[in-house]
C-alpha cells in the first residue's frame, strides 16, 4: 500500500484546486426576460441565447421572471452579482416602472445599467374592418360626436399603446375609452372578434394580423414603415409629439465592470449584425436595428423614461 505523504497531499489538492477564472468559466450565463414566454422579448432572448452559447463556448439559460410590470425579473437582475453572469432582455415598458408603480422593488436608472440597445419599432392603432374608419380623423370625428363611445384595446395599464392613445385623445380633445388586457393574444383577439374597436400595439403585433379583418389607421413613427406605406405618422396627422417607440435592450446589475459589458455588447452587436438575423428581426418584429453601446442607450433610456413618467403624472394613472 502506498504512503500518504505530506508532498502526495498538497499535490493533489492542487490538481483538484478551483481557481476564480476557472470558476467563473464553470457559471452558466443568464438572460432574464421580465415577461411569460411567447412575447417578442422572449423571442429575442432566445434568439441571442443560440448564438451566445456557440459564440462564448458556455451554458446560457433564458429565465422567465414575469410579474409588476416587469419589475419582478428587473429586481431579481438588479439584486444579482456585479460578475457579468446575468443580464436583463427587456422591452420599452421598463421606462414606465418608476412612474406606474407606487413601490416599485428597485430604482431603473441606478439599480441597472444600460449595456446594448437593440432596436426600435413604431406603435400602430389600428381597426376591426367593420367600422366605418378609414383614418385615425374618422375616430376623432366619431368621439367627438358621442363621447367614450369609441373603445381601443392595449396590452395593459401604462403600457405605451394605452399612454399612447391617452396622450392623442387629450390633444385631440377627446374621451377614447380604454380596455386594458393582460397580453398581446386576448387583445387582438377581441378587436379581430370585433367586441373593440381599436387597439394599440407593437408594428409586429398590428401588422402581424393586417387584412380582412384589420385595417391599420395611424402608425407613430417619424417615417412610415416599409409595410405600412399607405398609413399616415402621427406627425403628418397633426400630433407633433406622437412618436412612440418599442424597443428592446439588455442591461446588467450597476457595478459589472465596464470591459465585462462592453464584451457582452460587442458580441451581440455581432450576433444581430449578420445579414439573415437582422432581416428576421426587422421581418418578425417591424424593428428599426440601432445596436447601440451603453452610453447610447443610457441617453436614448433617461429620455423614454422621462417622456412616459411625465405622460402617466399628468394623466394620473395608476397600476
Known sequence: MRK??????????????????????????????????????????????????????????????????????????????????????????????????????????????????????????????????????????????????????????GTLGHLAMTMLAKQAGVEITHVPYRGGGPAMNDVLGGHVDLIAGSAALVTAQLGPNLRPLLQLGRQRLPSLKDTQTGIEAGFPDSETLAWWGIFAPTGTPADVTASMAKSVKEILSEPAIAAQLRDTQQMSLLLADGKEFGAFFARQVSLWGKVVRENNIKA
Open 4 to 157: 500518504i505523504t505530506r508532498r502526495t497531499m498538497l499535490a493533489a489538492s492542487a490538481a483538484f484546486a478551483v481557481t476564480p477564472a476557472l470558476a467563473q468559466q464553470a457559471k452558466n450565463l443568464t438572460l432574464v426576460v421580465p415577461f411569460p414566454p411567447g412575447g417578442s422579448t422572449d423571442a429575442l432572448a432566445r434568439l441571442l441565447q443560440a448564438h451566445l452559447q456557440t459564440r462564448l463556448g458556455r451554458t446560457v439559460l433564458v429565465e422567465n421572471k414575469s410579474g409588476a410590470a416587469g419589475s419582478l425579473g428587473a429586481a431579481q437582475v438588479a439584486k444579482s452579482a456585479p460578475d457579468g453572469m446575468t443580464f436583463l432582455v427587456t422591452f420599452d415598458s421598463h421606462a414606465v416602472i418608476p412612474a406606474i408603480l407606487e413601490k416599485p422593488q428597485l430604482d431603473v436608472e441606478k439599480d441597472l445599467e444600460p449595456v446594448f440597445l437593440v432596436g426600435t419599432a413604431p406603435y400602430v392603432i389600428a381597426t376591426n374592418a367593420s367600422r366605418p374608419f378609414k383614418t385615425f380623423a374618422d375616430v376623432i370625428a366619431a368621439s367627438k360626436a358621442k363621447p367614450g363611445s369609441i373603445q381601443y384595446a392595449s396590452v395593459g395599464i
